[in-house]
Structure formats: C-alpha cells, structure tokens
C-alpha cells in the first residue's frame, strides 16, 4: 500500500472522527442535523465492502482478445489456466450529509488471458478508484463527483463472464470531475478529463476531454428498465484501445494522433423473470491508421480502422432446489477491431491475432454464449459459461479462426 492510499486513509479517518466529535459537542444544538448526531462514532461512518473472483477456464483455441497466455504454452493455440481474476476492497466514509469519500483498492493476475483486462497491469495491487462525492438528494437532485473512477460510457459489463466486445472497446478509468444530476430516474451528467497526449505535445497536461451521458431508469422486479446513451470526445484513452501495439502504434506509449469522438447506446430491461440488455458502442470516424490500423486485402495496405461493438443477451431467473439461478444466451460482435489493444507481450509489429508464447492484438468478430449461474449463499455466487469465439478473417488481418471456451467463476463478495 503506497504513501497516497496511507494518506487518503488518515485524511478520511481523521475528518470522520474530527466531525464526530464536533457532532457529540453540540449534540444539543439546532444546527446539527438528525442524520449526523444519529452516528456517534467514527466507525458509524465507515463501510467496507469486497469482492474476491477465483476464475478457471479452457479454450481449444486462444482467442484474439487481452490476456497473457503461460509462458509453457509455447506456440500451442490451446490453454486453460486457474487465476484470481479479481478482488477488491472498497471503504466509503461518510462525513456529514454531503461529503462521502470512496477508496477502492483491487488486486488482478496477469493469466488467465481473455477473462478480464489487467487493469493494473498484471499481478499488481493498485488503486482501482478514489473519489469524493458531493450530494444530498434530500437537498438538491444535483451532484458532483472528483477523483479517479470509471467513465459513465460503455460502463460495466456483467452479461457474460469472457470480457465483452463493447467493454473492451469503452472501458475507461480516468482522474475526473462529473457534474450531474439525478432525479425520479432521470439521470445526467457532464464531465471532463485528461487523457492521453497527441504526438505534437508530450510534455503538455491539458484536461481537454469530455463526455456526456443521458438515462432514465425504473427499479421495479416486475418491469424495469434502463434505458440510456452517451457521447465521448475521445476514446483513444480506453483502457484496452490505449494498448494497441500494431504496425507499431504510439498509443501504447500515450501518444496519439487525433481524437477520436464515439457514442454509447444501451437498454437494460427486467419483466418478472426475464431480463434482457442491448449495448452499441461505436466510434463517430476513423482513427489514424498510425493509431489503430485496419486492411481488407491481408496487410497489402491499411487504412484507419473506425471500430463499433455490440452485445445482446437475454436470461430467465428460476429456482432449482430452493438455489436462485439464471440462464442466459448472448451475442457479441464488433467491427474494424482486428487490431485494436494487445495482450502483454505481443509482437509490437503485428497486425492481428499473432500467436506464441504470449498472444494476441485484436477482438473477437463473433461471439454466441450461454451462462448459468447460481446463488449459493447470500454472498457467494457460482458461474458457468460456454462460448465459441469467431476471429477476424485473414483478409483483415486476423487468422479466420474459431475458439470453444469454457469457464468456472467462484464469486464472494461482502457488503
């Protein structure tokens, strides 16, 4: 744990007590608020919550998404691997009525390839999100959110366990500032980052990025619906397109050439037992083809690909021996992402789905999928997923080749 998360911690203790005691000493007067004198202590402010995610999985196949496959596998396409995919550990503080910080430390492995992106690198322990939250919607419907979190575009995705098209082309954690607002299900917000640098200025720090999303959403277990769009300045900055090594790109090295703007359309939906979810996200023009490149005959020429994602799914929740369980199918795809990202250690010269030892630069162009999950206690769910991967055909770079791959997820989480 580094010096910053030491810091950050003392800070939010120190004002948490500070503030508590302030409370106990004018516990009698009008000007303290009920829901302050209510938590005496300091430990009254403070929630923890965790998740740990034990992930196993095999493929006939490799597909061409982020991940490092063993170093032992050679230039064998088959792998299978047991990992921590994920776990994290989040605190939360509660100030007073408007003020309430957020620390979030996580811890990912590099293997197993193509679960989730390696966030922090690969066998790291890192600071996943820490921010301050300024609202009370007793008060006022609007908020202001600063610090290091996920961009409200593309968000996360929990459809399928293999890391999804669209999260892969949208995910994106940047230091922010988001104001919005949200009130009776109606949701919006603006906010603005930094991002990476074009090639002309690298010793610049302008926060010239920004984004917008849109959303109205009913909570409700017998209709619910989320419905929702987003527009983003620049998507070069995504955690998996700022990877990309092909042809030998300087996105990798957090320069690039022009911004690329991209939207993000989404409705999530629940009616009884059924649920369903549509997701697009596309870029609005091409990137540079010394960015993200793209061919139609086999590498003879590039252009700048101009990459889109999507993702449908639907499920039915159902009991089996008093377990709560859900059945899901799905659909990904996406488009001109041959050579989008790269798995750690791929070929920096590569154009697209390049095996070895460590694989692989691109997305899948297809992918069908069934899961099944099951609650076996409060906080512990089992998963199981199958899904057979479509690559790139040889003409756009890829290798034409398909992937089976099967997947077992223990998840704990605390709360």
């Not at 690969?122 to 419907?141: C, H, I």
Request: aromatic letters at 12%; charged letters at 15%.
């Amino acid at each position: 744990m580094n010096k910053f998360t030491l810091t950050f911690l003392s800070l939010t203790l120190m004002s948490a007590i500070n503030i508590t005691a302030r409370a106990d000493a004018a516990q009698n007067h009008s000007d303290i608020t009920p829901a302050i004198t209510a938590l005496s202590h300091w430990y009254d402010r403070i929630t923890v919550s965790g998740e740990v995610d034990v992930t196993g999985f095999a493929s006939d196949h490799t597909p061409t998404t982020i991940g490092v496959i063993p170093s032992n596998i050679g230039k064998s396409p088959q792998a299978n691997d047991l990992s921590v995919t994920f776990a994290n550990l989040t605190a939360t503080a509660k100030l007073n009525d408007w003020i309430k910080p957020l620390l979030a430390i996580s811890y990912q492995q590099t293997a197993p390839s193509f679960i989730r992106s390696p966030d922090g690198g690969g066998d790291s322990l890192f600071v996943d999100q820490v921010y301050v939250t300024l609202a009370n919607p007793e008060r006022t419907p609007i908020f202001l959110k600063v610090g290091r979190q996920f961009l409200d575009f593309g968000g996360l995705d929990f459809s399928s366990y293999l890391e999804s098209t669209t999260q892969l082309l949208s995910f994106m954690r940047q230091t922010t500032a988001v104001l919005g607002v949200d009130w009776k299900g109606f949701t919006g917000s603006l906010y603005v980052f930094r991002g990476l640098n074009t090639v002309g200025e690298p010793n610049t720090t302008n926060t010239n990025n920004f984004g917008a999303a849109l959303g109205l959403q009913k909570k409700d277990e017998k209709f619910g619906y989320n419905i929702g769009a987003g527009y983003l300045s620049n998507i070069v900055s995504g955690l998996y397109a700022s990877s990309t090594v092909a042809n030998g790109s300087p996105l990798n090295h957090g320069y690039y050439h022009h911004a690329i703007s991209a939207i993000d359309l989404h409705l999530i939906a629940n009616w009884n037992a059924f649920d369903a979810s549509v997701k697009y996200i596309a870029a609005l023009k091409p990137f540079s083809v010394l960015d993200v490149p793209f061919t139609t005959n086999g590498g003879a020429t590039f252009s700048g690909a101009k990459p889109a994602a999507w993702g449908l799914n639907a499920g039915i929740k159902f009991s089996v021996m008093n377990y709560k369980t859900r059945f899901g199918l799905g659909y990904q795809g996406s488009s001109e992402s041959a050579a989008l990202g790269k798995a750690s250690g791929s070929a920096t010269y590569a154009t697209a789905g390049v095996y070895g030892t460590s694989f692989a630069i691109g997305m899948p162009r297809s992918r069908f999928y069934a899961n099944y999950d099951i609650t076996l206690v409060k906080w512990a769910d089992l998963g199981f997923e199958l899904a057979h991967d479509q690559g790139y055909s040889v003409s756009n770079g890829g290798t034409g080749k398909g992937a089976i791959t099967g997947v077992v997820a223990l998840m704990t989480h605390m709360s």
